[in-house]
């Protein structure tokens, strides 16, 4: 009932969207509601997901905040239960080109098998193209995790760790209808080969109007430990104002 409230209170809200951050916007709110068809190891079934977005942008700082939540079921049982949460900065040097960046998170994943893990960390980043209607964007760094796992019913692993955390990033804006964003990360223990975590996250927007988009999003993700991953595809609707 939250998710919705906060939903109906940003397509009421939204009228005076800007596209972009710019010299007098700088804060984002970005809410999205989607599902279709989602597909784990075992099962093809029904699920949602929701997603919520708080940015923002100064001269020589940004501040994210990201939340998200995907909920799926098949023949009343249970698929998907699957949080995650994060709070990331930037701090931009004079070009805006290279930059550095920090990072904290937390997720718990029904169909991944995580009962919990917490990863923090830092590095660098280097922005290929930055302008308003592409982005190419290469990011290194390392974060330290500690994490619960589950192998079987009745056997978990808890562990921490050192990872390597290479992030690719794109996106592209046609003619200011229609938006593409591409996100992956690769994530390889510094101290196992083959303990490394997969995550990319592909969408394309239509823009019904400046303040509201129809979105489909594919999602994949896979935790080599536990040798669990999920594919997720959905369709519906974002919401963002920018302020």
């Known amino acids: 009932m939250k998710l919705t409230g906060l939903a109906l209170f940003l397509l009421l809200s939204a009228t005076g969207l800007y596209a972009q951050f710019n010299d007098s916007t700088f804060y984002l709110v970005k809410y999205s509601t989607t599902g279709i068809v989602n597909r784990t190891n075992e099962n093809s079934s029904f699920a949602f997901s929701n997603a919520l977005r708080f940015g923002i942008s100064k001269k020589r700082i940004a501040l994210n905040s990201n939340g998200n939540w995907v909920y799926g079921e098949q023949q009343g049982r249970l698929t998907n239960n699957d949080f995650s949460t994060a709070l990331d900065f930037n701090w931009y040097t004079q070009k805006r080109k290279v930059y550095y960046w920090g990072l904290g998170t937390y997720e718990a994943s029904y169909s991944l098998k995580v009962n919990n893990r917490t990863q923090a960390g830092l590095g660098g980043a280097y922005s290929f193209i930055d302008t308003n209607n592409l982005f190419i964007n290469l990011s290194n ?15 978990n692993d808890i562990y921490s760790t050192f990872r390597n955390s290479l992030r690719f990033r794109f996106h592209y804006v046609y003619k200011e209808r229609v ?23 592909t969408s394309i927007s239509f823009k019904l109007a400046k303040w509201i988009s129809l979105t489909g999003a594919l999602k994949y993700n896979k935790v080599n430990r536990n040798k669990r991953d999920n594919l997720l595809l959905t369709f519906g609707l974002t919401a963002e104002k920018y302020f």
């Open 179 to 201: 938006v593409i964003d591409y996100v992956s990360f690769l994530q390889n223990s510094l101290s196992q080969q083959s303990d490394y975590i997969i995550n990319t996250n």
């Open 141 to 155: 760094g390392i974060l330290y995790e500690f994490a619960d796992l589950k192998l079987t019913d009745s056997t």
